[in-house]
Nanobody
Framework: QVQLVESGGGSVQPGGSLRLSCAASGSIFRIAVMGWFRQAPGKQRELVASITSGGSTNYADSVKGRFTISRDNAKKTLYLQMNSLKIEDTAAYYC????????????WGRGTQVTVSS
């Protein structure tokens, strides 16, 4: 069964950094556009960043210049380096295929919680 396992979340102060990882099973990872998504309480899940199999990236305006998405196709792992974290970045973070949270190929994993507070 195809699975996504996110890790690396935690609690940090504003201005801090975290690195998220997403381990994927299944062969589709190597050819798929992969994305990081987040969902804050009471809000819809939204795209944070996406990356093609060749490494082209796309970011939400709110995270441009602060977050960096990357992938290791051999390890089938997706990463999100988050710097200069803000309180509004607090959310559960998920990975999946594509850039539309309503059109993904994997079942959603459990996500990893990121809490930014002073």
């Amino acid at each position: 069964q195809v699975q996504l396992v996110e890790s690396g979340g935690g609690s940090v102060q504003p201005g801090g950094s975290l690195r998220l990882s997403c381990a994927a099973s299944g062969s589709i990872f190597r050819i798929a556009v992969m994305g990081w998504f987040r969902q804050a309480p009471g809000k819809q899940r939204e795209l944070v960043a996406s990356i093609t199999s060749g490494g082209s990236t796309n970011y939400a305006d709110s995270v441009k210049g602060r977050f960096t998405i990357s992938r290791d196709n051999a390890k089938k792992t997706l990463y999100l380096q988050m710097n200069s974290l803000k309180i509004e970045d607090t959310a559960a973070y998920y990975c999946n295929t594509g850039s539309d949270p309503n059109n993904v190929l994997y079942y959603w994993g459990r996500g990893t919680q990121v809490t930014v507070s002073s």
